[in-house]
């Protein structure tokens, strides 16, 4: 059975980056139920619930994911790939907020259907109102289908 989902699943291995995001998105309100998942095998285990469900239904479907590439055990690129190729969960909006700005990996991002590239602003007010910014737009303006609610 599902539980309330939450509303952003935030998928970020370096612990600073994890709690300015999360001050962020505290700070100006923009989500009531936030998970963060360390790496990417966690992140998929929280949608899927293990690994041997990937091709089956999610357990958690979350209203919007930050997700950064360069992570342990599963990177961000696989961990997108099993999402944008799952029928089920494609539709949730992912961003990816990563430090890399490598054009190999935005062009893959793009290709495996991310719905928006940024890379981490390194000045502290810059990051904060990137993270809100993009919190604002994929929960309060962007309208998602509605087996995403």
Excluded at 32 to 57: C, P, Q, T
Excluded at 67 to 80: F, M, N, S, T, Y
Excluded at 101 to 123: A, Q
Excluded at 134 to 141: A, E, H, Q, R, T
Aim: proline share 5%; no cysteine; charged share 25%.
């Amino acid at each position: 059975m599902m539980e309330t989902p939450v509303e952003i699943l935030l998928v970020e291995d370096n612990m600073n980056d994890a709690e300015l995001s999360l001050y962020a998105l505290r700070k100006f309100k923009i989500a009531n139920r936030i998970h963060h998942a360390r790496d990417g095998a966690e992140a998929l285990d929280y949608i899927f619930g293990s690994e041997n469900n990937i091709s089956n239904h999610p357990v958690q479907v979350p209203r919007l994911i930050l997700l950064d590439l360069k992570l342990p055990k599963i990177d961000g690129q696989e961990v997108l790939r099993k999402l944008k190729f799952n029928e089920t969960t494609r539709t949730i909006p992912v961003v990816v907020l990563t430090s890399s700005r490598e054009e190999r990996d935005i062009v893959e991002s793009y290709n495996l259907g991310v719905n928006s590239y940024i890379v981490k602003p390194i000045d502290f007010e810059q990051f904060t109102e990137a993270v809100r910014d993009v919190g604002l737009y994929w929960l309060l303006l962007n309208q998602a289908p509605v087996s995403n609610s």
